[in-house]
C-alpha cells in the first residue's frame, strides 16, 4: 500500500546538527513532489520545505532557509532533511507528505499522503 | 511568510452545519486556486480533505465541502458529526513557490 515512514529523530544539542529521512513505498515516488511538515508540541502546522520530484527545485519556508537542506533519491524511494543548526524552537514532530499532483512542477498540490511522523528535540 | 489566519474555535450541535474561514492575501489564497484543508485527530498525522479549493480526495465524505472568495477561502462540513472533531488546517500555494498552513481551528461538536 501507499506509504509513508520517516525516520531519524531523536534528541539533540543546540547548534548540532540531524538527518531526517523517509522511505516511500507503493508508488511512482519519482513522479511526485515531496514535502516536509512540522509540527511544535501543541502547536498548529508549520510547512518546512519542497522538493519537486525530479529534484531540480528546492524551495524553505524562512524560519529553516539556510539551515535546513532537502533532497532526495529516486533510486531508492528516499526523501532527506538534512538539518544544521538546529535551534530549541526546531522542537516538532517532523511529518513528510506527499503532493498530490504528478509531475508537476511545483508544490501546488494537496498533501494527499503522510507519514506518522519522526519526533525531533533540541534541548541541552 | 506570515500564517493564513483561521478562527481559533468552531462548534455546533450534530446535525448542523459550521464553516472554518481560512484568510490570506494576493500573494496566497487571493492568487491561487490552490487551497488545501486538512483534519487532524489529536496524536494522528494530517489528512487532506479538500484541494483546489473545492474538490475532495476519494474517500472523504461529501459532507465537506470548500469555497474561496477572493483572499478567504472556506470549508463547510455540513451535518455535522461526532467524528468530525478535531482540528482543521488550510494551506495555500504561495508567490514563492512556497506553501503556507493556516494557524489551525479546533472544531467542537457539542
Known amino acids: 500500500q501507499v506509504q509513508l515512514v520517516e525516520s531519524g529523530g531523536g534528541v539533540v544539542q543546540p547548534g548540532r546538527s540531524l538527518r531526517l529521512s523517509c522511505a516511500a513505498s507503493g508508488f511512482t515516488f519519482s513522479s511526485y513532489g515531496m514535502h516536509w511538515v512540522r509540527q511544535a508540541p501543541g502547536k498548529g502546522l508549520e510547512w518546512v520545505a519542497v522538493i519537486w520530484y525530479d529534484g531540480s527545485n528546492k524551495y524553505y519556508a524562512d524560519s529553516v532557509r539556510g539551515r535546513f537542506t532537502i533532497s532526495r533519491d529516486n533510486s531508492k524511494n528516499m526523501v532527506y532533511l538534512q538539518m544544521n543548526s538546529l535551534r530549541v524552537e526546531d522542537t516538532a514532530v517532523f511529518y513528510c507528505a506527499r503532493d498530490h499532483i504528478v509531475l508537476v512542477p511545483a508544490a501546488i498540490g494537496g498533501m494527499d499522503v503522510w507519514g506518522q511522523g519522526t519526533t525531533v528535540t533540541v534541548s541541552s | 511568510q506570515s500564517a493564513l489566519t483561521q478562527p481559533a474555535s468552531v462548534s455546533g450541535s450534530p446535525g448542523q452545519s459550521i464553516t472554518i474561514s481560512c484568510t490570506g492575501t494576493s500573494s496566497d489564497v487571493g492568487g491561487y486556486n490552490y487551497v488545501s484543508w486538512y483534519q487532524q485527530h489529536p496524536g494522528k498525522a494530517p489528512k487532506l480533505m479538500i484541494y483546489?479549493?473545492?474538490n475532495r480526495p476519494s474517500g472523504v465524505s461529501n459532507r465537506f465541502s470548500g469555497s474561496k472568495s477572493g483572499n478567504t477561502a472556506s470549508l463547510t462540513i455540513s451535518g455535522l458529526q461526532a467524528e468530525d472533531e478535531a482540528d482543521y488546517y488550510c494551506?495555500?500555494?504561495?508567490?514563492?513557490?512556497?506553501?503556507?498552513f493556516g494557524t489551525g481551528t479546533k472544531v467542537t461538536v457539542l
Open positions: 483546489e479549493v473545492s
Open positions: 494551506s495555500s500555494y504561495t508567490n514563492n513557490s512556497t506553501k503556507v
